[in-house]
């Protein structure tokens, strides 16, 4: 596609429910990041998929949250058992390779649990 | 642990006025440096980055910033601001030249007055 697509835009959930984070990369890219951004900070890096190898799971924050990417394609976010704390932005990016190529992001997915 | 500041939660010029935002990092070694620029409802853009080489940098929409090691400092410059720069600012260091693992700062708020 033109760029990363991220779905749903907006999502909102009852506190203790699921949601999944859908993300579409950028045709060819193989490396793909997901990102968190809370209001009024900064990103938070969350996970790293590259290529075939085992995904960097070093950012996510506790194990209600996972990820998956199928080859080189669509990722999915999934945040389980879903707190107030959870809200935020999630942002996914992708880059031709995983060395020093410019990260194109997505708008994000805003997750607002109520 | 590596920190990223913008010291600056939000800044106000006028149109045509000179821009500067300030970025100031903590790190074990000298990173790769980056300035991204959120606008609203979209996703991050890359402005400019720093690897090595020259200390200043030129990047899009004719911005530029320069890396003073000595201070540890990496701010984003423009000479003329438009109205369309106004947007949300990140700096951002990494270890690697890649987007796996930024440290990304708070963010500077950018309002441009006509």
């Known amino acids: 596609g033109a760029g990363v697509s991220q779905s749903p835009s907006n999502k909102v959930t009852e506190k203790g429910k699921d949601v999944e984070l859908r993300c579409d990369p950028i045709?060819?890219?193989?490396?793909l990041y997901w990102y968190r951004q809370r209001l009024g900070q900064g990103l938070e890096f969350l996970i790293y998929?590259?290529?075939?190898?085992?995904?960097?799971k070093s950012g996510l924050p506790s194990d209600r949250f996972s990820a998956e990417r199928t080859g080189e394609s669509v990722s999915t976010l999934t945040i389980q058992r879903t707190q107030q704390e959870d809200s935020a932005v999630y942002l996914c990016?992708?880059?031709?390779?995983?060395?020093?190529?410019?990260?194109?992001f997505g708008q994000g997915t805003r997750l607002t649990v109520v | 642990a590596q920190s990223v500041t913008q010291p600056d939660i939000h800044i106000t010029v006028s149109e045509g006025a000179s821009l500067e935002l300030r970025c100031n990092y903590s790190?074990?070694?000298?990173?790769?440096l980056f300035w991204y620029v959120q606008s609203p409802g979209q996703g991050l853009q890359l402005l400019l980055k720093?690897?090595?080489?020259?200390?200043l940098v030129q990047g899009i929409k004719g911005f530029e910033a320069e890396f003073k090691r000595s201070q540890s400092s990496f701010n984003l410059r423009k000479p003329s601001v438009h109205w369309s720069d106004a947007a949300e600012y990140f700096c951002a260091v990494g270890l690697s030249g890649s987007a796996r693992q930024l440290t990304f700062g708070s963010g500077t708020q950018l309002t441009v007055l006509p």
């Open positions: 790190y074990g070694a000298t990173p790769y």
């Open positions: 045709s060819g890219h193989t490396a």
């Open positions: 990016a992708s880059s031709l390779t995983g060395g020093r190529t410019e990260a194109f």
């Open positions: 998929f590259q290529g075939n190898s085992a995904p960097d």
């Open positions: 720093y690897f090595s080489g020259d200390t």
